[in-house]
């Protein structure tokens, strides 16, 4: 079986000159014992996965040794012969509306590192208290701001194959943990409480309209313990601005799930 790859063809480039094919290669980890490849998109679970690559490749033995993993994002990515050798490949999807909100809320709200970058690509012109979650999803209609860093750039981006041998959904986590057991015997650690990600805890808050409130008001409502649920950031105007702009991930989406776990239908 020839396991072709996505974006080699896109160019006559050298492979590594081949800058869709270098992030996609880049963000294809080996399970080394299982001959195995798991594409990591940010935002799906992956500090949950790398952290149970990590612990399954040896490189730590507790998960409260997570943070190794945030310097060494690219440690396990495959070359060219793994990558055509493995003996399973996978990647884990997530419904493009939530994985945006999640972005938002996890990073310009929080305003770290990833905030101040977002910044940048907006070149300097708003500042980021005043980025509500509408002023961030038209963002994403400038193709440099979209593909600006890899916690909201498109889930296709880093997919390194054509096909690969399980598709999951993020929704049906349960499944994605049951299903590695048994192909892969790897060991899924939930790391949302050793990370701080997630919002275990915060009472989501529905049926309001915050699509343009300002980070300030989530900052105070999370330190009253309340958060706005992902379905409350968003408008009709930017429901359809998100099917549009990432019109492939919900494409590959629809085409392997359906639309039953997309936060709007």
């Not at 996609?24 to 195995?36: C, F, K, Q, S, V």
């Not at 440690?75 to 972005?103: D, E, N, V, W």
């Not at 598709?167 to 015997?185: C, G, P, Q």
């Not at 649920?229 to 919900?250: G, H």
């Amino acid at each position: 079986m020839i396991r072709y790859f996505r974006y080699s063809s896109a160019n006559n480039n050298p492979l590594a000159s081949n800058p869709r094919h270098k992030l996609a290669n880049n963000h294809a980890l080996n399970i080394y014992l299982a001959d195995a490849i798991y594409s990591f998109i940010p935002k799906n679970a992956c500090s949950t996965m790398r952290t149970s690559l990590a612990l399954a490749n040896g490189c730590i033995q507790d998960p409260k040794e997570f943070n190794w993993i945030h310097k060494n994002n690219f440690t396990f990515s495959a070359g060219i012969s793994q990558l055509l050798k493995a003996k399973y490949t996978f990647t884990i999807l997530r419904c493009p509306f939530s994985r945006l909100a999640s972005a938002y809320l996890d990073k310009i709200v929080n305003r770290d590192s990833v905030a101040w970058g977002y910044y940048e690509l907006r070149e300097r012109k708003v500042e980021l208290e005043d980025v509500s979650f509408a002023s961030f999803v038209k963002s994403m209609t400038v193709p440099r701001v979209k593909n600006g860093n890899p916690h909201w750039r498109p889930q296709v981006d880093f997919l390194v194959y054509k096909e690969y041998d399980d598709y999951f959904a993020m929704e049906n986590f349960s499944y994605v943990v049951k299903t590695l057991k048994e192909k892969i015997d790897l060991d899924v650690i939930d790391a949302r409480k050793l990370t701080n990600h997630g919002v275990d805890g915060l009472e989501l808050i529905d049926g309001e309209d915050f699509s343009n409130a300002k980070p300030i008001e989530f900052l105070k409502m999370k330190a009253e313990g309340n958060y706005p649920s992902a379905r409350s950031l968003y408008s009709p105007e930017l429901i359809k601005s998100v099917r549009a702009t990432f019109k492939a991930d919900f494409d590959l989406y629809k085409s392997l799930f359906g639309t039953d776990n997309l936060l709007f239908k």
